[in-house]
């Protein structure tokens, strides 16, 4: 499996400020988005401070001078190594991957996870599995099994699922973040989302108590990046808060009696990412053995 995204340079491993399509989709008007369309909201994402897009249209991306993920859903064995290839050929650079829907046997698990590996392998490629509910990684216990069966996976990790389809708050979190360490340190892609224990998607401050625990799972894993990385490695940080059509985003009557979204998704995705950044200095405080770079 090819085990990180690179750029082809020889800067430092870094972080990389990307956002998903989906936070972008149905904001209502009163959001401070960029209030445009095509390549002209593709520059205005870009001076936001992004560097890369997933599920935005690869063409676009190019022209705006943007980096390009795509993702894909399977549920069927067999069709790993068609999807791959075509969002090869369709210009993204990286994918995500939701797998299963969480009724797998380990061999059909194992099927799949050979199915990931050797399409990214073979198209040259990163394809990161996505750490989902209703997947094969929707719980906490059978994902570390699969790792210590496949230690070359590689994840997407959208921790926010487990944070709240596991109520990780409920018992040790200290105790279930160790449990969780083999995952934190093959995770190399991220869908940024904040959760409580009973909300998977919802508004925060960055010094609300439930922050600190995706900060915590966040820098675990840049630190197992950071710690098996090289020159050229980017560790794209995705902000994916997604829409009330989609049932993430919370909606509360307003003082009009209209549903209204309880936070700026743009804004919040902003935060977020900055954040992250946050964390991935704190990563780099961490890590033990100094970086070789440019060796």
């Not at 989709?25 to 994402?45: F, N």
């Not at 676009?60 to 069709?79: H, K, N, Y």
């Not at 307003?254 to 995705?269: K, L």
């Amino acid at each position: 499996m090819i085990e990180n995204l690179n750029d082809g340079s020889q800067r430092a491993p870094r972080l990389r400020r990307d956002i998903n399509w989906g936070t972008l989709l149905e904001l209502p008007l009163w959001s401070s988005v960029p209030k445009a369309e095509g390549l002209e909201l593709m520059l205005a994402i870009k001076e936001a401070g992004y560097e890369g897009v997933q599920g935005g249209k690869p063409e676009l991306c190019r022209e705006a001078g943007l980096a390009s993920t795509g993702s894909f859903r399977t549920s069927e064995p067999g069709v790993v190594d068609t999807l791959v290839k075509d969002r090869k050929e369709k210009g993204y650079e990286a994918l995500s991957t939701h797998v299963g829907w969480g009724m797998e046997s380990d061999a059909l698990i194992d099927a799949y996870v050979n199915e990931v590996l050797a399409a990214s392998q073979k198209y040259n490629i990163p394809v990161f599995i996505e750490t989902h509910r209703a997947t094969m990684c929707q719980d906490i216990w059978r994902t570390v099994e699969m790792v210590n069966r496949h230690p070359e996976i590689r994840f997407n990790g959208d921790f926010s699922h487990w944070y709240t389809g596991l109520e990780m708050p409920y018992g040790s979190i200290d105790e279930k973040l160790n449990f969780l360490e083999p995952v934190f340190q093959r995770t190399r892609f991220f869908h940024g989302r904040i959760g409580d224990s009973c909300n998977i998607q919802t508004s925060f401050k960055e010094d609300e108590e439930n922050v600190a625990t995706f900060k915590e799972m966040w820098t675990r894993s840049m630190v197992g990046f950071l710690t098996q990385s090289k020159p050229g490695d980017v560790l794209p940080f995705n902000p994916e808060l997604l829409p009330p059509s989609m049932s993430y985003a919370r909606t509360f009557l307003d003082h009009r009696g209209e549903m209204r979204e309880e936070c700026d998704r743009w804004e919040q995705a902003l935060l977020m990412s900055d954040i992250a950044e946050g964390c991935f200095e704190e990563a780099l405080k961490r890590v033990e053995e100094p970086l070789l770079i440019n060796r």
